[in-house]
């Protein structure tokens, strides 16, 4: 497939109309737009005479932007970590080989064409010519094969918890004589290209190489439209424009990411001017946004699923029984509505309905406290007491919905829950720390998967070797194992079999589907995307 990337003209500056319009430009969003004088005089009759004059300010007044999300990122190294927040920073400094646009489409990137290879479990990218990065050497074919060896292969370099990211992929090289990357794959990977459109951010062998893994965790040195200008941890990074991008420079001057773990304090820095873009605005905060002059709010439902794993090998979650209860015992379509304030959808297996293997036959647990109560005692755990952990500020009312979880549980007559606050990044350290036996009982996660593709989350989340799994089941494990080696509708079956298994197994207690909800500096033009992703090269001044 050859080159077919949208982002080829730069964005246009709308003049921002009138002083009413200009004065919504808030928060560092400056520049661009007339700027409207009225002058009032008394004339000797004692009438009013009003005379307007417009101005043009200067054109090459910066235009900044501040986005706060709910945490900061955890460092720079974009092959080191599976947050979101991360991500939507290190997004701004690197590229892939291949990306998406804002409706998911496919579209090349540094690569300008990529196509399987006949005869062989493996596929190709050509490389684009005239790419630099930050440090102005040129991008090599050499520094995306090293890219995605660093990820797949520990010898490379470190244990990347990206790994899972490009399942299938068991290594890459480049081909010689040819401006061209040729990647290995364990079989026929049906989702090889889906895969490399969302992940793996291509980085340069030899800056990598001279530099400690805390020095990369520091630093950036992309090819992206925003180049690193300063990073001061756990407060705020800063931005700005890469005047030799290999596409037309950024509309964006200067991009500040920052962080405030409560929805309060960032809805009230979106009012008061102090910021620009901010994530997971509370369904009771909406109409405050939507009615301020200056702001508005964005809204796309995610690829994100939120829910409560439980742990199969300790008590009383080594219960199907007892797991099962756990789901009758919610009513979660009140936490959809009431919790939520509908900014949400319920689910009923690990794959949301616009993903590759959702299982159309599968209904979320209805509540029924009774049968959950019935299903504790049967499980022999009545009595049970359990404690669920949950980060504050990181997804969309999690601490709430946590709560109304844990109220739910604790009605019934023989179980007792409670709630446990916790701090994302220790959080997501347990879970990253490889073994089951490292992570907490019972705990809330969300999960995105911008591929659409329901195998990788299931990989991800519920293979006995997966990333963040707190389940084995051999039968399961075989199923995906299947589905790797499928495509087409033969593949979609199997991984609807295996949604079908989960929802009875109940692995998890299924909660929500996330809606992406962001509060916006009205000047801005700029749309929620699907897939979490912040792009900021996308934006304009209206």
């Not at 701090?423 to 009982?441: K, M, N, Q, Y």
Request: glycine content about 8%.
């Amino acid at each position: 497939m050859t080159d077919s990337n949208s982002h080829i003209g730069r964005r246009t500056y709308l003049k921002l109309a009138g002083g009413a319009a200009a004065s919504a430009a808030l928060a560092g969003c400056t520049g661009g737009g007339d700027e409207t004088e009225t002058t009032t005089t008394t004339t000797e009759s004692g009438g009013e005479e009003t005379e307007t004059t417009t101005s043009t300010p200067d054109e090459s007044e910066p235009f900044e932007v501040t986005i706060t999300q709910g945490q900061m990122p955890s460092g720079l190294d974009p092959q080191d970590h599976r947050e979101t927040p991360t991500d939507i920073v290190v997004l701004h400094a690197y590229e892939g080989v291949l990306t998406r646009d804002a409706a998911g489409a496919m579209q090349t990137a540094l690569a300008t064409n990529y196509e399987r290879i006949d005869g062989e479990d493996a596929v190709r990218f050509d490389i684009r010519e005239g790419v630099t990065f930050h440090n102005g050497d040129e991008l090599t074919p050499e520094d995306v094969a090293y890219s995605i060896n660093r990820v797949v292969d520990e010898e490379v370099g470190f244990a990347s918890p990206q790994s899972d990211q490009l399942a299938g992929v068991t290594g890459a090289e480049v081909i010689d004589g040819e401006r061209a990357v040729k990647v290995n794959n364990d079989g026929l990977n049906p989702i090889v290209f889906s895969e490399f459109a969302t992940y793996l951010d291509v980085m340069q062998r030899s800056w990598v190489e001279e530099r400690s893994k805390a020095e990369i965790g520091q630093e950036m040195n992309g090819t992206g439209p925003f180049m690193l200008e300063s990073y001061t941890e756990d407060e705020e990074v800063v931005l700005t424009t890469y005047e030799d991008y290999w596409q037309e420079p950024a509309a964006v001057d200067t991009l500040t990411f920052r962080a405030a773990s409560e929805a309060s304090t960032r809805v009230n820095q979106l009012l008061q001017g102090e910021t620009d873009v901010i994530v997971n605005v509370p369904p009771q905060e909406v109409s405050r946004v939507n009615n301020n002059e200056n702001t508005r709010v964005a809204a796309a439902p995610s690829t994100r699923i939120i829910y409560n794993a439980m742990r199969y090998d300790v008590e009383p979650f080594d219960s199907v029984q007892f797991r099962q209860a756990m789901n009758y015992a919610i009513d979660l379509e009140s936490i959809v509505q009431n919790v939520l304030g509908g900014f949400g959808a319920q689910t009923s297996q690990p794959t949301l309905p616009e993903f590759v293997g959702h299982n159309e036959d599968l209904d979320p647990y209805p509540y029924d406290p009774e049968m959950a109560e019935q299903l504790v005692e049967e499980s022999g755990y009545a009595g049970a007491e359990i404690e669920l952990n949950t980060p504050v500020g990181r997804y969309l009312k999690d601490l709430e919905i946590a709560q109304a979880v844990a109220g739910y549980i604790d009605e019934l007559p023989n179980v007792s829950a409670s709630v446990r606050q916790r701090d994302f990044g220790s959080l997501v350290d347990e879970l990253l720390a490889g073994s089951i036996e490292a992570r907490p009982h019972w705990f809330l996660i969300g999960w995105g998967e911008a591929t659409f593709d329901g195998g990788l989350v299931m990989q991800a989340l519920l293979a006995s070797d997966g990333t963040l799994t707190t389940w084995q089941n051999e039968d399961f494990d075989a199923l995906l194992q299947e589905a790797s080696q499928q495509s087409g509708d033969e593949r979609d079956a199997t991984l609807q079999e295996a949604n079908a298994m989960a929802h009875e197994e109940c692995p998890w207690i299924f909660l929500n589907q996330q809606f992406s909800v962001y509060g916006v500096n009205d000047a801005i033009a700029w749309e929620a995307r699907s897939d979490e992703r912040i792009d900021v090269y996308d934006m304009s001044l209206k």
